[in-house]
């Protein structure tokens, strides 16, 4: 079954500090993966998405993730960190077979920044 | 755009009442979701909806049921409530239920259960 390991629960970095939250996944197939920040009170929203081509994404806000099949990673990354992006961070897979259509979430990362 | 719409945003239920959360969407999409999320869980599947008139059972169905009652809405009922409900729970929206698509979340409510 697939699965996915945000192995940082909880990152502080200073602001105007790099980024680079973790993500890894269980599949068996080139896999369908998605970035998503929650703000607090908030619902998900998406970063940014990788399906095929470009191993490196580039979504919203300035965040970046590379695409690594020999690592089963897919890490999230910013070059300076703004206030505002304090907010729990999720990586997702999309099903297959049986759970086709459906996101597979990791547990999450939540972000912290220092002044 | 108001995209995911839920209703309510807070709400403090007694063990065994019931309750109705409700979810419309405005983007002519297909496929709706409900999740719940929990500390150190991360988001888990419910119920989903592939299309108008078909619902499945997702990762954690028991205690809930739904209703798709159109294109645009998507319920999810509480018939008796327990204390392990308490959580946020997330409506989602894509075009199609397949694997490329990105989901569009809702607000969330927050549901708490004495």
């Known amino acids: 079954a697939q699965s996915v390991t945000q192995p940082d629960i909880h990152i502080t970095v200073s602001e105007g500090a790099s980024l680079e939250l973790r993500c890894n996944y269980s599949?068996?197939?080139?896999?369908?993966l998605f970035w998503y920040v929650q703000s607090p009170g908030q619902g998900l929203q998406l970063l940014l998405k990788?399906?095929?081509?470009?191993?490196l994404v580039q979504g919203i806000k300035g965040f970046e993730a590379e695409f690594k099949r020999s690592q089963s990673s897919f890490n999230l990354r910013k070059p300076s960190v703004h206030w505002s992006d304090a907010a729990e961070y999720f990586c997702a897979v999309g099903g297959y077979g049986g759970s086709q259509g459906n996101l597979i979430f990791g547990k999450g990362t939540k972000l912290s920044v220092k002044p | 755009n108001a995209g995911v719409t839920q209703t309510p945003k807070f709400q403090v239920l007694k063990t065994g009442q019931s309750m109705t959360l409700q979810c419309a969407q405005d983007?002519?999409?297909?496929?709706m979701y409900w999740y719940r999320q929990d500390p150190g869980m991360g988001l888990r599947l419910i119920y989903y909806s592939a299309s108008e008139g078909t619902t499945d059972k997702g990762e954690v169905p028991n205690g809930y049921n739904v209703s798709r009652l159109n294109k645009r809405e998507f319920s999810l009922r509480l018939e008796s409530a327990a204390p392990s409900q308490t959580s946020v729970y997330f409506c989602?929206?894509?075009?199609?239920?397949?694997?490329?698509?990105?989901?569009?979340f809702g607000d969330g409510t927050r549901l708490s259960i004495l």
């Open positions: 990788y399906f095929s081509g470009d191993t």
């Open positions: 989602a929206s894509t075009i199609r239920h397949l694997s490329n698509q990105p989901q569009h």
């Open positions: 599949y068996g197939a080139t896999p369908y």
């Open positions: 983007m002519n999409h297909n496929s």
